[in-house]
């Protein structure tokens, strides 16, 4: 069974996704991905602050991943991957109580469910790139 933190991250990714194709209001996208795919989930607020977290830090995420995935200009990624990759790089970066080594674990599962058959390597080598230029930085 899946962790209330999984699944939350696995509705921000689709509404991620979602977001880029539709536009609208990603937090009413967000709710209503909630409803349908984790009615039951316990923390919710997660969800939305890792979402608003993405949204707040958008243009620095993606400058990270375009650093870390040099030989993949942005907008060459597969959507789904570069939904994946703005959640595990905002983990990394940004959210203090989130371990990186978790970032990058949970990042690779969902992409294991939901990319094609090299998405998850694909995302643990730019996590990974991404986790070990934050660390060299902080020595």
Known sequence: MASNRHLART??????????????????????????????????????????GIQKHKKTILKIIQENAPQWPIDKI???????????VYEILYAKEVPPVVAINESVEI???????????FINGVLSSVMNTKIKKTK
């Open 11 to 52: 509705c921000v990714m689709q509404t991620l996704f979602a977001y880029e194709f539709r536009g609208g209001t990603a937090k009413k996208i967000l709710e209503t991905v909630l409803k349908e795919f984790a009615p039951k989930i316990k923390n919710a607020d997660f969800a939305y602050e890792l979402l608003e």
């Open 111 to 121: 992409a294991k469910h939901f990319g094609d058959t090299n998405s998850s390597k």
């Open 78 to 88: 597969a959507p789904i991957d570069r939904a994946i990759l703005e959640i595990g």
